[in-house]
């Protein structure tokens, strides 16, 4: 069964794709304060081309639907969409070995190895960004120390690897009860696939939360995700194309 929000950030995109098209004379003149712990970048040569694209980021619990609506290559437009954990490095290799239960780590080793994944596509990144690609990613650091702390592990030892790394501009949290996770087809195939644990990792989702988060309710009839979903993306692209500065995670 096709999940009901597969799609709706693919058509909230092409949606505010159309209206970036309009006149460059319309303007929301929106705001979005950033209240987490960030800073900027200064960005070389300011001026009116800091025009950049927006770093859009889906978290939420397992089989939310993610995946299914990070596929946006076939918009006609500069969007990509990327997934973490990227398995294709050698980092990479290592744990989607662990996350197939096909080999064992230290919980903290493999924290380090979820963020070292990031880091190695930290310059791209920002290359990508500035150069007015949009990027929409299927899981970022909030799920790496949502992870780890669920497990246990100190929250702010797990925030630390990732200081530095690009704060997402918008953040959509694909929100479901892991009761109705476990329902979906495939459920318990990965390590962290259990009912139990998915419930810790909600409670650590939500002990993350920031202004640049938006709740999504996922269990709605992919219309309703749509309606949530449009205005919030059409308006962090809008900010990100009048040059809002990047900023990075979690420093003071």
């Avoid at 089989?63 to 990070?70: E, F, I, V, W």
């Avoid at 662990?98 to 493999?110: A, E, P, R, V, W």
């Avoid at 059409?234 to 420093?251: A, D, S």
Wanted: charged share 25%.
């Amino acid at each position: 069964m096709t999940h009901a929000c597969c799609f709706s950030v693919c058509k909230a995109l092409k949606f505010a794709t159309a209206a970036g098209r309009l006149s460059t004379s319309f303007r929301y003149g929106l705001k979005f304060p950033l209240k987490c712990s960030s800073r900027q970048i200064h960005m070389e040569h300011k001026r009116s081309s800091d025009s950049r694209g927006a770093l859009i980021v889906l978290e939420g619990l397992d089989r939310c639907g993610k995946t299914s609506q990070s596929y946006l290559e076939e918009l006609g437009h500069a969007v990509e969409s990327w997934r973490f954990p990227d398995r294709t490095t050698n980092v990479g290799q290592m744990i989607s070995s662990y996350l197939g239960n096909k080999s064992h780590l230290d919980d903290h080793t493999i924290h380090l190895l979820f963020s070292a994944n990031r880091w190695e596509k930290r310059s791209l990144m920002e290359s990508k960004l500035k150069s007015g690609t949009t990027l929409i990613i299927d899981r970022y650091s909030y799920s790496g120390v949502a992870f780890s702390s669920a497990k246990g592990l100190d929250m702010e030892w797990c925030k630390a690897p990732e200081i530095g790394l690009l704060a997402p501009d918008l953040v959509l949290y694909l929100d479901i009860s892991p009761e109705k996770a476990a329902e979906r087809g495939g459920y318990g195939e990965e390590r962290y696939e259990q009912l139990e644990f998915q419930k810790k990792l909600a409670r650590s989702f939500k002990a993350l939360r920031d202004a640049s988060w938006k709740n999504i309710n996922a269990s709605l009839p992919i219309e309703d995700v749509e309606k949530q979903l449009r205005e919030t993306v059409l308006n962090c692209l809008e900010t990100c194309g009048q040059g809002k500065p990047l900023l990075e995670l979690w420093l003071s």
